[in-house]
């Protein structure tokens, strides 16, 4: 079945560059997300790319995939104390009209030191 | 636009009992999904629904059922509360794009 891998801890310096990574087995993806959860709130889904891209760039963050590793990063640019959160990477092998199946990573912790 | 909402947002239910939690999607959105959050096992696919109808389903017990009305609001509904119940219950709307509730803590003593 489907298996979406990230590490799980992150610490940067504020000011720094931060890059979360993850690795996914299904070759079928299509879609591919990284979503950001903080504490006792829902997730927000801040960028996605299609299977389609090498690349996708969001004012601070760049999403770089590589399909032949099945290997998926987001990158933040001048990390803030703001950013400190849980970063979730997520997979979907389709669309059609509506999101039907979405695999989550365990999710990365990024912690943003001052 | 209002977001996705759910209520209620904090549930504590002992085992045996049965709950239902109710999710509210983006208007002129169709498809619902469910997530079960947990800190052992991450989010975990429940199920989705789309005009009322339940397309995908994830590896859960029969104890965790789903419906969607025609105004696309949805319920989740979990009997027989085992204490590995207690979790993040996580809703989303599906439209040009996933949107996520904050999601109801169940807490299952």
């Known amino acids: 079945g489907e298996d979406v891998e990230q590490s799980l801890f992150l610490s940067v310096r504020e000011g720094d560059s931060s890059v979360i990574n993850c690795t996914y087995t299904?070759?079928?993806?299509?879609?591919l997300y990284w979503y950001k959860q903080e504490p006792g709130a829902g997730l927000q889904l801040l960028t996605y790319?299609?299977?389609?891209?090498d690349m996708k760039q969001d004012q601070r963050l760049t999403v770089l995939l590589n399909k032949k590793d099945k290997h998926l990063s987001l990158r933040i640019a001048d990390t803030q104390t703001g950013d400190s959160a849980i970063y979730f990477c997520?997979?979907?092998?389709?669309?059609?009209?509506?999101?039907?199946?979405?695999?989550f990573g365990i999710g990365t912790k990024l912690q943003v030191i001052p | 636009k209002a977001g996705v909402t759910q209520t209620p947002r904090y549930l504590i239910k002992t085992r045996g009992q049965q709950v239902t939690l109710s999710c509210s999607p983006i208007?002129?959105?169709?498809?619902v999904s469910w997530y079960q959050q947990t800190p052992g096992q991450g989010l975990q696919f429940l199920f989705e629904?789309?005009?009322?109808?339940?397309?995908n389903k994830g590896n859960f017990p029969g104890r965790f059922s789903g419906r969607q009305f025609s105004n696309s609001r949805s319920e989740m509904n979990v009997s027989t509360l085992e204490l590995g119940d207690s979790a993040l219950y996580l809703c989303?709307?599906?439209?040009?794009?996933?949107?996520f509730g904050p999601g109801t803590r169940l807490t299952v003593l």
């Open positions: 989303a709307s599906s439209g040009d794009t996933q949107y």
């Open positions: 629904y789309f005009s009322e109808t339940q397309r």
């Open positions: 790319i299609f299977s389609n891209m």
């Open positions: 208007s002129g959105h169709r498809s």
């Open positions: 299904d070759s079928s993806s299509t879609y």
């Open positions: 997520a997979e979907s092998p389709n669309y059609s009209g509506g999101y039907q199946k979405v695999t």
